[in-house]
């Protein structure tokens, strides 16, 4: 495990993980990204309220892209169990 330094609304963390650095680095980089968004449109926001509103953000892309990719495995398996009885 090591340590990484990223920048988000810039303040500094250290991150302990076993992931590459620059993988790391682009997930803060995003992160960073979405509570900028949210303080566009509300600039007032607390910071626990900018966080929060911030990972229901992301939660819900993460959902949609779970659903989504749910979606895709059951055509795929719809489509192999319609060539499979096709080869049959």
Do not use: C
């Amino acid at each position: 495990m090591h340590s990484v330094e990223v920048q988000i609304l810039g303040q500094s963390y250290a991150i302990k993980t076993d992931e590459d650095e620059a993988y790391i680095k682009s997930l803060a980089r995003y992160i960073d990204e979405k509570l900028k968004e949210i303080y566009s449109v509300a600039p007032n926001i607390s910071q626990a309220k900018a966080t929060v509103m911030a990972a229901f953000g992301i939660a819900d892309e993460l959902f949609k892209i779970r659903t989504e990719q749910e979606n895709l495995d059951k055509m795929i398996e719809e489509k192999t169990r319609i060539l499979s009885g096709l080869l049959e």
